[in-house]
């Protein structure tokens, strides 16, 4: 949970820093455009974001039967 949710504010938070910093943020001056480019990738390794997702469904399903 705490994997999905660090990369998924890395991927969104890069992301409005390239867009308030506009050209800048595209400069390799700065390091906003670094993690721009890292932080897609932090949501592929050590499992896919999308996978963490119905690996956390799931086991929130076993723990809470209806
Ligand atoms: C920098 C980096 C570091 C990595 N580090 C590790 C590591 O430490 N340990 C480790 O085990 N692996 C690691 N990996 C491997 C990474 O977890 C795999 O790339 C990942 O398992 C996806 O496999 P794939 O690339 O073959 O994509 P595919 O399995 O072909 O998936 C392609 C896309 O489809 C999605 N997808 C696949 N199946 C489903 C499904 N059933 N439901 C919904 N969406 C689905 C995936 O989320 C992905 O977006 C790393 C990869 C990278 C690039």
């Not at 867009?19 to 499992?47: Q, V």
């Amino acid at each position: 949970m705490a994997k999905l949710f660090a990369t998924e504010a890395a991927a969104e938070n890069s992301l409005e820093a390239m867009r308030i910093h506009g050209a800048y943020g595209y400069s390799k001056e700065f390091n906003i455009e670094r993690y721009y480019r890292d932080a897609p990738l932090l949501c592929i390794g050590e499992g896919t974001n999308e996978l963490q997702r119905i690996i956390i469904s799931r086991q929130l399903v076993a723990r809470n039967p209806v």
